[in-house]
């Protein structure tokens, strides 16, 4: 089998490559990537030189681009990963996210449908997508497979848009597709613009930590394994049409996330408790910031059986103790170096 993800080089991409190269060595796995700020091909060098693994950069919004690769390696299935994915730039940039979110995904679409015309059946285009998409919860309930869209940041009004061009080619079409809607995502390779990683790297550096407005604001972390995970279980035995919700029943008010990791901070670095949570700083509120997001995965838990492997505590501590033992690739994506290294690595092969 042969399958297209895009957007591999970045966070939760290159953990969905990863665990395809190496749980499937009979599958051809390809990663389309632009290589915007958010794509680091540093995050997959253990897999970069494997035979069942092509890097392909390219744009997705680019027709011809996207055209031509369909042509020459003629994908069973598109995992679609790429996109936008940082909030606070969708409200500085709406229009970049409307280009990747929604025309990228519709281009894709579009590409696939044309290609795999004469057995569309045996194809399947599986898009990515986010609980943002729902809107924002109030103290109580959680976001199922059947809550109506009221996305309410540019950012989640493109990935709204995209899950609806999706479901429209499926109707319309007949496209095999499936969708999940995924909660806040933390871990190795996440791009320190991101509250966990932002935070980490401040705390270690002795540097402010913002948190917005006052820290009241809830999140449903998952352990990016955990969604590579659900990925795999989804695209292999998912039914097609179908969205899945994916989360980690583990709802966190910002400033309790905070403090939890200032806490494990201070005691993996050797300060004294509490030191750190002096970094902590409440900064301006984001503009239209969502109140609360949590999800009910029970319809994947129940019909797939997936569950997260791993606590919060547990998942935090591995990925503080990830960033405190790669400092280079840390250093790098702080410099910019890390944009440097497609030029040195593949431009030769
Ligand atoms: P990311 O920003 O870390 O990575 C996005 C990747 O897409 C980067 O490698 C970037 O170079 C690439 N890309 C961007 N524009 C492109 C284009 N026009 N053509 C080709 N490649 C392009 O994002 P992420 O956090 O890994 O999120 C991946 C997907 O999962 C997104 O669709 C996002 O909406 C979704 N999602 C993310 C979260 C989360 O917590 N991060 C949660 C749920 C769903
Ligand atoms: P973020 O990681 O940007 O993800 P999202 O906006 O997609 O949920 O933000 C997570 C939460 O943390 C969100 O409520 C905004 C807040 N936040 C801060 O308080 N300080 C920060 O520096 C950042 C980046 C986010």
């Not at 080619?169 to 499936?178: A, R, V």
């Not at 994947?300 to 569950?307: A, P, Q, S, T, V």
């Not at 103790?321 to 092969?349: C, I």
């Given at each position: 089998?042969?399958?297209?993800?895009?957007?591999?080089?970045?966070?939760?991409?290159?953990?969905?490559?990863?665990?395809?190269?190496?749980?499937?060595?009979?599958?051809?796995?390809?990663n389309l990537d632009k290589l915007t700020y958010a794509g680091n091909l540093a995050n997959l060098t253990d897999v970069e030189d494997r035979e069942n693994y092509t890097f392909l950069k390219g744009d997705i919004v680019d027709a011809v681009f996207v055209e031509d690769?369909?042509?020459e390696h003629k994908f069973d299935a598109v995992i679609h990963l790429a996109a936008e994915s940082h909030v606070d730039r969708s409200i500085a940039d709406p229009l970049a996210f409307v280009q990747t979110n929604v025309i990228g995904t519709v281009n894709l679409l579009n590409t696939a449908k044309k290609h795999w015309a004469e057995n569309l059946q045996n194809h399947l285009f599986y898009h990515i997508s986010t609980d943002e998409v729902y809107g924002s919860l109030g103290e109580d309930g959680l976001f199922t497979e059947e809550t109506p869209y009221d996305p309410r940041s540019p950012y989640s009004a493109s990935k709204a848009s995209s899950d609806h061009f999706v479901r429209a080619?499926?109707?319309?079409?007949?496209?095999?597709?499936?969708i999940s809607n995924c909660s806040n995502n933390y871990g190795?390779?996440?791009?320190?613009?991101?509250?966990?990683?932002?935070?980490?790297?401040?705390?270690?550096?002795?540097?402010?930590?913002?948190?917005?407005?006052?820290?009241?604001?809830?999140?449903?972390?998952?352990y990016v394994l955990d969604h590579a995970r659900a990925i795999d279980v989804i695209f292999h035995k998912g039914k097609v049409g179908d969205t899945y919700n994916i989360g980690g029943v583990n709802e966190w008010k910002n400033l309790d996330l905070i403090e939890l990791l200032c806490d494990q901070m201070d005691q993996k670095l050797g300060r004294e408790q509490g030191h750190s949570r002096n970094l902590i700083t409440f900064v301006k509120d984001r503009a239209g910031h969502d109140l609360r997001y949590a999800i009910d995965s029970s319809k994947?838990?129940?019909?797939?059986?997936?569950?997260p492997s791993v606590t919060f505590e547990e998942g935090l501590?591995?990925?503080?103790?990830?960033?405190?033992?790669?400092?280079?690739?840390?250093?790098?994506?702080?410099?910019?170096?890390?944009?440097?290294?497609?030029?040195?690595?593949?431009?030769?092969?």
């Open positions: 089998m042969k399958i297209l993800i895009t957007g591999g080089a970045g966070f939760i991409g290159s953990h969905v490559v990863r665990l395809f190269v190496n749980k499937y060595p009979s599958y051809q796995i390809y690769i369909f042509s080619w499926f109707h319309t079409y007949g496209l095999p597709i499936k190795p390779n996440h791009f320190p613009e991101k509250l966990i990683p932002l935070a980490i790297n401040n705390i270690k550096n002795e540097r402010p930590v913002p948190v917005y407005g006052k820290g009241e604001n809830v999140r449903d972390w998952l994947l838990m129940d019909e797939l059986g997936w569950k501590s591995k990925t503080v103790d990830w960033y405190l033992e790669n400092t280079e690739w840390l250093e790098n994506v702080t410099s910019g170096h890390y944009r440097d290294y497609y030029e040195e690595q593949y431009t030769n092969r």
